[in-house]
Nanobody, 125 residues
Framework: QVQLVESGGGLVQAGGSLRLSCAAS????????MGWFRQAPGKEREFVASINWRGEITYYADSVKGRFTISRDNAKNTVYLQMNSLKPEDTAVYYC??????????????????WGQGTQVSVSS
């Protein structure tokens, strides 16, 4: 059974930092693109960041560019999202996702086949 388990969410003040982790089990994703999405209350799920299978190519939503960094450790089957300079508008449930077909970065949720259960990130002003 394939599982993606996120951790690292929490409550932080504006300007603070958090590091999210997503540990995969049940299969290796070392040749898969992986990504992070988020969903705020009353809003649709939106793309945050994506990383290619080697970890050498990344892509970010404009709203997080320069503040968030996605990375991966294929030996640990884990992807990370370092979030700095957090803003109240970053408050959302953050989901990690993995593709079984794509090796390159992709912003489309439909290109990801496996999803975690989500972790809450709350940023106070």
């Amino acid at each position: 059974q394939v599982q993606l388990v996120e951790s690292g969410g929490g409550l932080v003040q504006a300007g603070g930092s958090l590091r999210l982790s997503c540990a995969a089990s049940g299969r290796t994703f070392s040749r898969s693109a992986m990504g992070w999405f988020r969903q705020a209350p009353g809003k649709e799920r939106e793309f945050v960041a994506s990383i290619n299978w080697r970890g050498e190519i990344t892509y970010y939503a404009d709203s997080v560019k320069g503040r968030f960094t996605i990375s991966r450790d294929n030996a640990k089957n884990t992807v990370y999202l370092q979030m700095n300079s957090l803003k109240p508008e970053d408050t959302a449930v953050y989901y990690c996702a993995a593709s079984s077909t794509r090796m390159t970065v992709t912003t489309q949720a439909g290109n990801y086949d496996y999803w975690g259960q989500g972790t809450q990130v709350s940023v106070s002003s």
